[in-house]
């Protein structure tokens, strides 16, 4: 993906794509503010900046990937196990439909970028709030009452998609600029010919 030897490119995509899925982990781990929310809870963190940016760097597939493996890893082994099946997809899909706008033109323009994680981050946010809604129906909640827990979830939720886009949008065009001055990134996009 980014380097132009094509033998070479799968054991790179995945290597990079470790790499992102260990960051979102780490960020995931380490860089989170838990919010007690009756008897559920959700938090408030990094972890998105690095969802969002998996899809700009990596694309809709591989980003994807990166995005979902590193928040499925962290609920397996953070104690947030129940919902880890639905973060892997959640998170996923984030960075699949971000890298899929990014990618979708043959440059990407900052106005392109900023669409794409801005995109990403409330699909992700409308995912997140529509399962915890039904988890909290399912569980035996009154609907007034998961209303006003989905209150405390969102404004957290929806903070974490603004830091996400502003924070992953200049952090990506510093590293695309990086790897431009090293040749590893051609033309509009990784791999393409210059």
């Not at 030897?5 to 995945?14: A, D, E, H, I, Y």
């Not at 899809?55 to 499925?72: H, K, M, R, V």
């Not at 970028?113 to 988890?135: H, K």
């Not at 996400?164 to 695309?176: E, G, S, Y």
Request: hydrophobic residues 55%; glycine residues 12%; charged residues 10%.
């Amino acid at each position: 993906m980014l380097l132009s030897n094509k033998k070479n490119s799968p054991v790179v995509n995945l290597a990079l794509t470790g790499l992102m899925g260990a960051l979102v982990y780490i960020a995931t781990m380490f860089f989170k503010v838990e919010i007690p929310v009756g008897a559920d809870r959700t938090m408030v963190g990094f972890a998105n900046v690095f969802c969002v940016l998996s899809g700009l760097i990596l694309g809709p597939g591989y980003g994807g990937l990166a995005a979902g493996l590193g928040s499925f890893l962290f609920d397996i082994t953070g104690g947030w196990f129940s919902s880890a099946g639905v973060t892997l997809i959640t998170k996923g899909l984030m960075a699949v439909i971000c890298g899929a706008i990014a990618w979708s033109g043959k440059e990407q323009k900052v106005s392109r970028l900023i669409v794409a994680a801005v995109t990403g981050s409330l699909s992700y946010c409308v995912m997140y709030l529509g399962y915890s809604f039904f988890e909290l129906l399912i569980s035996g909640s009154a609907p007034d009452a998961a209303a006003i827990a989905m209150m405390t979830k969102a404004g957290a939720t929806l903070f974490n998609a603004v830091v996400a886009d502003v924070i992953a949008v200049p952090l990506f065009l510093a590293i695309r600029g990086a790897l431009q001055r090293s040749h590893l990134w051609r033309g509009g996009k990784p791999g393409a010919a210059m």
